[in-house]
């Protein structure tokens, strides 16, 4: 990736809509669009997969869509950014869970909230998309430009 370029944060339900349409999905498939074409990266945690995996089996059980069918997907397109060198997934360590801990004591909000905004940090993005309010709200007072899916 190209210093300056654009490093978009996804967080788990901007992500999801990149593989069940739902209001946003255009937005979301726009800056994956930009990936492909090599003028921006995508960025999100391995949280947001196992996340983005209970969603899907929410989908299944709600709407009959194959929840393993949009993991494998997501995990084809997480293989073929990776390969173009488009993609930054963050892991889980003790150092981003200490700060995602100060971040839920400082916002009052769910771990898995503030493990989303110090992993948008650790990856050095400088745009968080969500399709949560509230997130949005807190990842702008955390410095975060963010494009709202909602």
């Given amino acids: 990736m190209m210093r300056g370029e654009d490093v978009y944060y996804f967080d788990t339900s901007a992500l999801v809509k990149r593989y069940v349409s739902e ?3 255009d937005a979301v498939d726009r800056v994956f669009s930009d ?10 945690s391995y949280w947001n997969i196992a996340e983005a995996t209970v969603v899907f089996d929410k ?7 194959d929840a393993r069918n ?12 990776a390969k173009l060198y488009r993609v930054i997934v963050v892991g889980i360590s003790p150092s981003i869970l200490r700060s995602a801990v100060n971040l839920v004591l400082k916002h009052h909000v769910y771990i898995a909230d503030a493990l989303q905004i110090v992993s948008a940090h650790k990856s050095r993005s400088n745009r968080f998309v ?11 007072a ?3 430009e963010v494009l709202y899916t909602g």
């Fill in 130 to 140: 969500t399709g949560d309010k509230t997130l949005a709200a807190i990842a702008e």
């Fill in 23 to 25: 209001p946003g999905s």
């Fill in 59 to 65: 989908y299944e059980r709600r709407l009959g869509l």
């Fill in 142 to 144: 955390e410095g975060l």
């Fill in 70 to 81: 949009l993991l494998k997907t997501l995990l084809r397109e997480v293989k073929t950014l």
């Fill in 35 to 44: 990936a492909y074409r090599g003028v921006a990266a995508i960025a999100f």
